[in-house]
């Protein structure tokens, strides 16, 4: 099956084409093509994304990348034949999401084929199945046999929630953010510490030139026996130390601020995912999202999940961010199992 697949969640207009094979048991995504047009020097001056820029933006860029997947199907002496159409219904901003969706629905008329509506958190947790840089198609035909069950972490600017997976389809939520996200927690931060938006990205290199224990910082709900975080309280710690640098005229280390902040963050979000995999008896622990980028989660996570026996998987650093290949996959999901995602935005769709 080829699928063409649109995403338009954010600030990331996306449009992939996909071949896929495999079915819901032992799925293989090949990408053909997965072209992305970043709109962060637009938002970078409002230091967060502005909807109706982002719906503007959308609408210029899809027949653009249309037209650039097509071109590049034609050097190959391909033409687009699309078997199935995808798009992002939510979450996300509505006016974005609906761009997309306007998008999606004529490309459909045209060639003739279904149209799916796509969850873009089932996205993010599908995104390990695509191709790695070291299997450029059918990653997941390497995957381990057993995979079954696994702890996902989705970690991103909007969500941060620990499933339990019995299967591609099956999985259930054991905790989730009570208030702020972590990639959200990271923004804020960034801004606390006159950083330019995207602050995650930010924040990870500024830790890098610090000291991760020069300040400690608290690990919200950490003591706790639920699988749930907070991160607001956190973010409220840095503003807190950093006013009362300022009232003291205490110089203040902002690399230290900003990797302190960043361990802090690691340090729950592994400790939860260990203790959910143990008491799972997790063959695996996934980890997905845009947060997943950040290279100190990425090996701290890793590391853990050697030490307790489970394997780890990670999307590619270009699967973790918002793109059209991961909505291509979770469509490819939905149409299998027959989950039919109303064609409408969803700003507050649930994984």
Same mark, same amino acid.
């Given at each position: ?14 449009? +992939?084409?996909? $071949? ?16 992305? #047009? ?28 249309? *037209? ?25 901003? *509505? ?32 995104? !390990? ?10 990653? %997941? ?23 339990? /997976? ?5 999985? @259930?939520?054991?905790?989730?953010? @009570? &208030? ?6 990271? &923004?804020?931060?960034? $801004? ?14 500024? +830790?890098?030139?610090?000291? %991760?224990?020069?300040?400690? !910082?608290?690990?919200? /709900? ?8 907070? !991160? ?12 009362? #640098? ?20 690691? &340090? ?43 394997? !780890? ?12 290949? /991961?909505?291509? #996959?979770?469509?490819? /999901? ?15 769709? &649930?994984?």
């Amino acid at each position: 099956m080829n699928i063409l697949a649109i995403e338009t969640s954010c600030d990331e207009t996306g449009i +992939a084409l996909l $071949r896929v094979t495999g079915g819901l048991r032992a799925p293989r995504f090949e990408v053909i093509e997965n072209l992305v #047009a970043s709109q962060i020097p637009i938002h970078r001056p409002f230091g967060g994304v502005v909807p109706n820029l982002a719906k503007r933006e959308h609408l210029k860029n899809l027949p653009i990348l249309f *037209e650039r997947l097509k071109k590049a199907l034609r050097a190959e002496h391909h033409a687009l034949k699309p078997d199935l159409i995808a798009v992002t219904v939510g979450p996300g901003l *509505e006016p974005a999401l609906w761009t997309g969706i306007g998008f999606a629905k004529e490309l459909a008329k045209e060639y003739k084929v279904p149209l799916v509506g796509a969850n873009h958190l089932e996205g993010h947790l599908y995104s !390990f199945l695509l191709p790695s840089r070291s299997s450029k198609a059918y990653a %997941s035909a390497l995957l381990p046999k057993k995979i079954f069950p696994a702890v996902a972490l989705i970690v991103s600017g909007g969500h941060t929630i620990l499933l339990r /997976m019995e299967s591609f389809v099956k999985w @259930r939520r054991l905790g989730e953010t @009570r &208030d702020d996200a972590a990639g959200e927690a990271f &923004d804020k931060v960034a $801004r606390l510490l006159d950083l330019p938006y995207p602050g995650g990205p930010e924040i990870e290199k500024l +830790a890098a030139r610090g000291n %991760s224990f020069a300040i400690t !910082f608290p690990r919200p /709900m950490l003591d706790q026996k639920n699988y749930d975080f907070s !991160f607001s309280g956190l973010k409220t710690s840095v503003l807190y130390y950093l006013r009362d #640098a300022k009232l003291a005229k205490q110089k203040v280390n902002k690399a230290d601020v900003a990797a302190g902040f960043e361990q802090a963050v690691v &340090d729950v979000l592994v400790a939860k995912t260990r203790r959910a995999a143990q008491e799972c008896a997790a063959e695996s622990i996934l980890l997905c999202g845009g947060v997943a980028a950040n290279k100190h989660l990425r090996r701290a996570l890793a590391r853990t999940a050697g030490l307790i026996g489970c394997n !780890f998987f990670v999307p590619d650093f270009k699967y973790n961010l918002d793109n059209a290949a /991961m909505i291509g #996959a979770a469509g490819y /999901m939905a149409h299998l199992r027959k989950k039919r995602y109303p064609l409408r935005a969803n700003g507050t769709l &649930d994984v």
